[in-house]
C-alpha cells in the first residue's frame, strides 16, 4: 500500500496576528498592506561589512561600516534590531504570545537576514512560540524574483498561506546574543538554499 504523503502544516491564523520579521522597509511597508499589523524591520544588510557574535561591538562596527561607506552619520541602525535582546524587545512590544512568521526571498541578503533571524529567535523566549518561514520557495511552481521588495501585496498574501512551520530544532539551549550563525553562513556559498528540514514540523 503506498505511503500518503504528510498533510503540510498551514498558518491556521491571519497575517494580522502574528509578529513578522522581515528585512527591508521597503517590503515591510508591502507587507502592511498586504494585511499584517506587527512587523519588526531589519534596515541593516549584513551581506556587506564586518559583523561580530558581541551585540554591542556588532552595533559598533555596523555604525562605523555604514557612516564609512555613506560619509554620513548613520544612526537609522539605532533604531533597527541588531542582535537577538533587539528583536525580542521588537516583538515583546506587541500583543504576548503571538506566533512568529520569518520572511525570505531568494538573494544573498535575504537568505543571509534568514540565518541571522533563526539565530537570533534561538537565542530567546520567543523560539518557544509558534515559528514560520515564509518565502516564495514555499509555493510550488513559483519563478523566484530577486528580492523580497519585488513582490506585491497579493503575491506576500499568497506566500503566507504557503507558509511552513520550522522545527523544534530552532530552540536550543546555549546562551549568547550575537551574529555568530549570519557570520558563519556569509562566509559559506552564496548558492546555498534553505535545508529541507525548514519545512517540516
Known amino acids: 500500500m503506498a505511503r500518503k504523503s504528510p498533510k503540510r502544516l498551514v498558518p ?4 494580522a496576528d502574528a509578529v513578522h520579521l522581515i528585512r527591508g522597509d521597503s517590503a515591510g511597508g508591502t507587507l502592511r498592506h498586504g ?12 551581506a556587506y561589512g564586518p559583523s561580530s557574535a558581541e551585540p554591542q561591538k ?3 562596527v555596523r555604525n562605523a561600516f555604514w557612516t564609512e561607506v555613506s560619509g554620513l552619520d548613520v544612526s537609522d541602525l539605532d533604531d533597527t534590531p541588531t542582535s537577538a535582546h533587539d528583536v525580542e524587545s521588537a516583538a515583546r512590544a ?14 544573498w541578503s535575504d537568505r543571509l537576514f534568514l540565518w541571522w533571524a533563526l ?3 534561538s537565542r530567546t523566549s520567543l523560539a518557544d512560540r509558534p515559528v514560520w518561514l515564509a518565502s516564495p520557495v514555499c509555493v510550488p511552481g513559483w519563478d523566484f524574483l530577486e528580492s523580497m521588495a519585488c513582490y506585491n501585496p497579493e503575491q506576500m498574501q499568497r506566500m503566507f498561506g504557503h ?3 520550522l522545527g523544534p ?4 539551549p546555549d546562551a549568547g546574543d550575537g551574529a555568530g550563525s549570519a557570520s558563519k553562513r556569509r562566509r559559506g556559498s552564496r548558492n546555498s538554499r534553505c535545508p529541507d528540514s525548514l519545512g517540516s514540523a
Open 12 to 15: 491556521k491564523l491571519k497575517m
Open 35 to 46: 494585511g499584517a499589523r506587527f512587523i519588526v524591520c531589519i534596515r541593516d544588510t549584513l
Open 58 to 60: 556588532h552595533r559598533r
Open 94 to 107: 506587541f500583543s504576548s504570545g503571538l506566533p512568529v512568521v520569518v520572511w525570505s526571498g531568494e538573494n
Open 119 to 121: 539565530d537570533a529567535l
Open 163 to 165: 507558509a511552513q512551520r
Open 169 to 172: 530544532w530552532l530552540s536550543r
